[in-house]
């Protein structure tokens, strides 16, 4: 059973010339009735993650695309990291 809640914290993207990719969600954020996605690539040593927005096509089926809008991307930026610095203690531990 951890398996499959594993995998579905895992998502794999196709860029625009077919290279796939996994990553990691490593969160989920409702701002301004848009969702978005902060997703970290799994085969990545960096601590460098990605923030997509998650819009719906005219077949109902869930997209995530890249956030054009530079004050769009700002505003998301700085609520994912709100979010993040706000989970974790200066001691390392997990604020909760």
């Given at each position: 059973?951890?398996e499959?809640?594993?995998?579905?914290n895992?998502?794999?993207?196709?860029?625009e010339?077919g290279n796939?990719?996994?990553?990691e969600l490593?969160?989920e954020?409702?701002?301004?009735?848009n969702?978005?996605?902060?997703?970290?690539?799994?085969?990545?040593?960096?601590?460098?993650?990605?923030?997509?927005?998650?819009?719906?096509?005219?077949?109902?089926?869930?997209?995530?695309?890249?956030?054009?809008?530079d004050?769009?991307?700002?505003?998301?930026?700085?609520?994912?990291e709100?979010t993040?610095?706000?989970?974790?203690d200066?001691?390392?531990?997990?604020?909760?």
């Amino acid at each position: 059973m951890a398996e499959n809640m594993e995998k579905e914290n895992v998502f794999t993207l196709t860029d625009e010339e077919g290279n796939e990719s996994e990553f990691e969600l490593l969160g989920e954020l409702n701002l301004d009735d848009n969702t978005y996605l902060a997703l970290i690539p799994m085969e990545s040593e960096e601590d460098e993650y990605v923030i997509l927005k998650v819009e719906v096509d005219e077949n109902g089926d869930e997209l995530l695309v890249t956030i054009d809008d530079d004050d769009e991307f700002d505003r998301v930026a700085d609520a994912f990291e709100d979010t993040f610095m706000g989970e974790i203690d200066l001691d390392g531990e997990s604020a909760e």
